[in-house]
């Protein structure tokens, strides 16, 4: 079983910055691939960025040059630095883990950038 736990949300105004944390506990495999999704009221849940275990990012073209995700201690613990943050990018960010068949979702964590 894999338990994913974010933090890091809050309120922020536009143009500032806030960091997200995800920690992952369980069973990790070697081979994965986490991510952030994000999800705002009245719209479809969208990818935001992923990391493989391997290291390759894929990013939104809405938020490409804006953040960064990032894993450390043996990829059980993920970051998204999320920059010049817009009223667009509120919403509730949910960490993914994707390994073999199965995928995980943590519970989310609220962002919200005031205009």
């Known amino acids: 079983q894999v338990q994913l736990v974010e933090s890091g949300g809050g309120l922020v105004q536009t143009g500032g910055s806030l960091r997200l944390s995800c920690a992952a506990s369980?069973?990790?495999?070697?081979?994965?691939?986490m991510g952030w999704y994000r999800q705002a009221p009245g719209k479809q849940r969208e990818l935001v960025a992923t990391?493989?275990?391997?290291?390759?990012?894929n990013y939104a073209d809405s938020v490409k040059g804006r953040f960064t995700i990032s894993r450390f201690r043996g990829n059980r613990t993920m970051y998204l630095q999320m920059n010049l943050l817009k009223p667009e990018d509120t919403g509730v960010y949910l960490c993914?883990?994707?390994?073999?068949?199965?995928?995980?979702w943590g519970q989310g964590t609220q962002v919200t950038v005031s205009s």
């Open positions: 993914n883990l994707r390994q073999g068949w199965f995928t995980y």
């Open positions: 369980g069973t990790i495999l070697s081979i994965n691939t």
């Open positions: 990391i493989a275990s391997s290291g390759v990012t």
